[in-house]
């Protein structure tokens, strides 16, 4: 078996074409992606804005993983790094240090133009992420933004930034022409509101940030809620203390949907890598480094509220069996139709996790598309090497950082007092056809342990 090709060395959004049948071969699919590239302009007048900086960097973050051809980034980038990201001292250095590059674009390539005010649109894909209060979404360039929300909730950038490199992708894979021409998005407080772009007053403002959380699982989606948790504006960082729960390992293919990963740390503990991120961006942990399962028991010094980034259903079943109090956690769709599916849920909520999850995880993929037949044809996987690798879930990392947000948002809105949602479905195909399902468990007594937001941070 070639070491070249395996599960752990495919890109997991270049799979997606093996398995639709639309690349013939691996390298082919791959070279579709190396083909896509996107540019972000950043405006004179918001560079210096931490929040439009966050969207920008999320942007590269995401992009340079989806877009193998480059993500260019022309502006005003030598202004101080304000966005709290440990990534240097200026916009340029954080740019660079995620992997984008730094000039004009070429023409003809889609643009997400970062500006607090509609501008120009040029011919072509031109699109702009908007946030304000808890809102996020993106709208053409030349639209209009959203309407008296209030300033930008800390996630709120993130989420626009996502939303923008999912609808890049749409349209430059072709699979949806209007992509590019809509307005798309949602209200991190009020997942039920449609009318995200006109709020009728001011959303509530982010007082409250969690002191204690739980992380289980360091990868696509562990990586974007880290990244997430990033972003809030924690006065002293050190008031978070993080347990980052992982026995996996770094592999090449982590790097496609994983926003904190890259090549250098192949081979890394994901536990390891991922404090030495959060302890750089100031704040404390403490890694557990095996499989979260029914021998799981969480000790009462330890945090009470858990965020969730498992992808298989023997873990998610013992959720509400390890003595938290509240967790959040997301599950991704896996094939190529369905992975920009997400399903969130709280717990503990009216069905025990055991029954949520009761059916096994079970493989998918197409093994017989033309791809895997030339890998076997060539030699480069045997009859067991392609059935692991068409079992392998298809996963695009700007769908683990909408799902981050909006889990996040959940422990946010619980520390508010806001009732908390059981239950969330929604596809970035058209995120305004979501479900939104509330909990009926009275969670108003719970005190997971907080910090006031600093109104001047």
Not at 189 to 194: E, M, Y
Not at 299 to 328: K, S, Y
Not at 348 to 357: H, N
Not at 400 to 416: C, K
């Amino acid at each position: 078996m070639a070491a070249y090709t395996s599960a752990d060395t495919m890109h997991r959004l270049a799979k997606r074409a093996m398995d639709n049948g639309s690349a013939r071969s691996r390298e082919e699919a791959e070279a579709m992606l190396r083909g896509y590239s996107i540019a972000i302009e950043v405006d004179d007048v918001v560079a210096a804005d931490r929040h439009h900086q966050a969207a920008l960097l999320a942007a590269v973050a995401l992009g340079r993983r989806v877009f193998l051809g480059g993500v260019v980034v022309a502006g005003k980038l030598d202004t101080p790094l304000t966005a709290p990201l440990p990534l240097g001292r200026t916009l340029a250095e954080a740019v660079l240090a995620l992997g984008g590059r730094i000039g004009e674009p070429l023409s003809g390539i889609p643009v997400i133009r970062i500006a607090g005010a509609a501008g120009p649109s040029p011919a072509g894909f031109c699109i702009r992420p908007v946030f304000a209060g808890w809102r996020s979404g993106i709208v053409p360039a030349a639209a209009d933004g959203i309407e008296k929300a209030g300033p930008p909730m800390a996630l709120a950038p993130m989420l626009a930034a996502a939303l923008a490199v999912n609808e890049a992708f749409l349209y430059l894979s072709g699979e949806m022409p209007s992509a590019g021409k809509r307005s798309i998005g949602l209200s991190l407080w009020d997942l039920t509101d449609k009318n995200w772009l006109d709020a009728p007053a001011a959303d509530p403002e982010l007082r409250y940030l969690p002191t204690q959380l739980w992380l289980i699982g360091l990868g696509h989606l562990g990586q974007a809620y880290l990244f997430g948790l990033g972003l809030l504006p924690y006065n002293n960082p050190a008031d978070l203390h993080l347990l980052l729960q992982d026995d996996d390992s770094i592999t090449p293919s982590t790097e496609s949907t994983s926003i904190l990963s890259d090549f250098t740390q192949v081979g890394t503990r994901k536990t390891r890598a991922m404090a030495k991120w959060a302890e750089s961006r100031g704040f404390i942990t403490t890694v557990t480094e095996r499989l979260f399962d029914a021998h799981t028991k969480r000790q009462p010094h330890e945090p009470a509220i858990a965020l969730c980034g498992l992808d298989n259903a023997a873990g998610r079943r013992q959720l509400d069996l390890a003595g938290f109090d509240f967790v959040a956690e997301a599950g991704l769709g896996r094939g190529y139709a369905d992975f920009r599916s997400m399903l969130i849920h709280t717990l503990p909520g009216t069905v025990p996790a055991s029954k949520l999850w009761e059916a096994n995880d079970t493989a998918r993929g197409p093994a017989e598309t033309a791809a895997y037949r030339k890998l076997l044809e060539d030699g480069s996987l045997d009859r067991c090497g392609v059935t692991l690798l068409a079992g392998k879930a298809v996963g695009a990392p700007f769908v683990g950082a909408v799902a981050a947000t909006i889990v996040i948002a959940e422990v946010l809105r619980l520390l508010h007092g806001a009732p908390v949602n059981r239950l969330i479905d929604l596809n970035l195909v058209n995120p305004d056809h979501r479900k939104v399902a509330a909990q009926t468990n009275d969670f108003s007594a719970l005190n997971p342990g907080y910090v006031p937001v600093d109104p001047s941070n």
